[in-house]
């Protein structure tokens, strides 16, 4: 939870109510459904997109929290339907050490939940009136983070030529939601229309690096930390920046994609293409591009917002290139 990271100190108390709205949404005359919101809540989760959302709203002075927090519950709503949807995709059996929806009630059960928690982030925009420019945002993103889903799905176990493929699906997937988030709070605000576009773009840049990190981690950190099994995505066929820079350079290429293209990997593959990877230099060039990214959003932070809502946009792109989890 973010409630306890100084960096969303000023927001500390929006987080705390955020918690208990998602809490009293996921409540449903149907015990089944009341039961699987709530595991799916307690599971945790950085909250990181309605803290952005929450953050940006404090641009401005005169926002008022009965109107403002509908949204934030909105945006972590489709979020989490959005993961419900990916673990059944992708067979999944834990996400941040917890079993998911899947694994815990099945596909069927688990794909209508996440249903039902889209349909309640969109009763929330229209039962509080937020008007077509959200409403048209959030349905994009919905349709981002289909598209990336497909595309992910149709074109696994292959390895792309060229790197804008794989930044044109993390940004459907991850960086044009979190965009979306810290714009939604700037047009809540009522910031002009220049503190809009450049929030906007600081939530894009910190979105693309905060999935180069998943994805370096994925290869680095313990299964422990990050809640699922090291070199997952691999074993998943999604292929990552650190891959794809591995495959361009690496002598040991063509070893790397029969790996990556054989969906019976054994453990003792999965392990010498994580090796390949780390001996190619893949996950320093990924942390450069980290580092690229984080750079931008540093310098496009409006400087006419409160100066302790500009530390804390610092303080997220700091934390973004720091995590280890």
Request: proline share 3%; aromatic share 8%.
């Amino acid at each position: 939870m973010l409630t306890t990271n100084k960096m969303f100190y000023i927001i500390k108390k929006d987080l705390s109510s955020l918690e208990d709205l998602l809490y009293e949404t996921v409540e449903s005359p149907v015990e089944l459904i009341t039961d699987i919101g709530r595991h799916l809540i307690s599971s945790g989760g950085k909250r990181i997109r309605p803290a952005l959302y929450i953050l940006a709203t404090k641009s401005s002075d005169n926002v008022d929290k009965n109107y403002s927090m509908p949204l934030a519950m909105a945006i972590e709503m489709i979020h989490t339907a959005s993961l419900v949807h990916d673990d059944v995709l992708d067979n999944a059996t834990t996400r941040r050490g917890s079993a998911t929806a899947n694994a815990k009630w099945g596909n069927n059960i688990a794909v209508l939940t996440g249903d039902y928690l889209f349909a309640k982030a969109f009763a929330a925009i229209a039962k509080n009136d937020y008007g077509p420019r959200i409403s048209e945002l959030l349905a994009s993103i919905v349709c981002d983070l289909s598209e990336g889903e497909i595309l992910q799905n149709h074109f696994g176990y292959s390895i792309p030529e060229d790197f804008d493929v794989y930044y044109d699906r993390i940004a459907k997937k991850t960086a044009n939601f979190i965009a979306v988030s810290c714009e939604l709070g700037a047009i809540v605000a009522k910031q002009p229309e220049e503190n809009i576009k450049a929030l906007r773009e600081y939530g894009y840049c910190i979105g693309m690096a905060f999935q180069i990190v998943d994805d370096i981690l994925d290869l680095t950190s313990s299964s422990k930390k990050i809640g699922k099994p090291a070199g997952n995505d691999i074993l998943q066929g999604v292929i990552t920046l650190p891959v794809i820079y591995a495959y361009k350079h690496s002598s040991n290429a063509e070893e790397l994609k029969n790996i990556i293209e054989n969906r019976q990997m054994t453990h003792e593959d999965l392990t010498r293409a994580i090796d390949i990877v780390k001996q190619s230099d893949g996950i320093k060039f990924a942390k450069t591009k980290v580092n690229e990214f984080l750079n931008r959003a540093h310098a496009i932070i409006p400087n006419d917002i409160p100066e302790s809502v500009h530390k804390s946009f610092d303080a997220i792109a700091d934390f973004i290139g720091k995590r280890d989890y």
